[in-house]
């Protein structure tokens, strides 16, 4: 099986450490194959840079997806995934999406910590346009500045630790979401510092993709999700004005 994780932000280091997580989370004979923006911002952190990413997104689908049995987008938030279910053969999962589902699974109430004041905002209305905005006990972010956003993981560990504590004890929160993708890993390497399931975006995406794969689920030819009809094109990469006009 052959995984396409998208990171729809530009910054490479950001990617490996994404890949890093999808790896561990993947079954045996899983191949996990990346492709980063070819355009875009270091990291996405608000509504405009979604919008831009999402194109990102789109072109790196129409690029890379070829012998993929399924794309994960990876970044929370999940910039581009509706758009990328409409275009792609394969099964699309976005790592906010297989989160919110996984949490919504694991408890009544679930929270999700993030980097900045910014995303709280972003990631709050990710969780309502998933429809599960009752679910939420809180989105809380840090109060620090982040200094290098490649080296978040390792950096803001101890203050996301206590962060997520505070959801649970002040929020009630019976889940906790770490949110972001440069903090992938971070949730399997403090799980046991937290008195609630602790999740990971990219962990819960890959074994959410798989599973899609191994079903055999049929892509939708109405609906939503169907393919667009295609019509003409112009001032996009030829590989994703294929896409939208095969013809």
């Avoid at 004979?29 to 997104?57: C, D, K, M, P, Q």
């Amino acid at each position: 099986m052959r995984l396409l994780l998208i990171n729809p932000n530009i910054t490479a280091a950001i990617t490996d450490v994404m890949a890093e997580e999808a790896r561990h989370a993947a079954a045996a004979g899983t191949e996990i194959r990346t492709a980063s923006a070819r355009f875009g911002t270091l990291y996405i952190e608000n509504r405009a840079e979604a919008a831009i990413a999402g194109h990102a997104v789109l072109e790196a689908l129409a690029e890379h997806a070829a012998g993929c049995d399924a794309v994960i987008v990876s970044a929370f938030g999940d910039p581009g995934l509706a758009a990328a279910k409409e275009l792609a053969d394969v099964p699309v999962v976005g790592i906010s999406e297989a989160a919110l589902l996984t949490a919504w699974m694991l408890g009544r109430r679930f929270a999700v910590v993030c980097m900045t004041a910014r995303l709280r905002t972003w990631y709050a209305e990710c969780v309502a346009e998933h429809g599960l905005a009752g679910r939420l006990a809180a989105v809380r972010a840090l109060d620090v500045p982040v200094k290098d956003v490649t080296r978040a993981r390792d950096e803001l560990a101890e203050p996301m630790v206590e962060l997520c504590n505070r959801c649970v004890q002040e929020d009630e929160a019976e889940a906790v979401i770490v949110g972001g993708g440069p903090l992938a890993g971070l949730a399997r390497r403090v799980a046991d510092r937290v008195p609630v399931p602790l999740l990971d975006g990219v962990a819960c995406a890959v074994p959410m993709a798989e599973m899609l794969v191994r079903m055999g689920v049929r892509m939708p030819e109405r609906g939503s999700f169907a393919r667009p009809r295609p019509k003409p094109s112009t001032g996009l990469s030829q590989a994703l004005a294929r896409l939208i006009d095969p013809d």
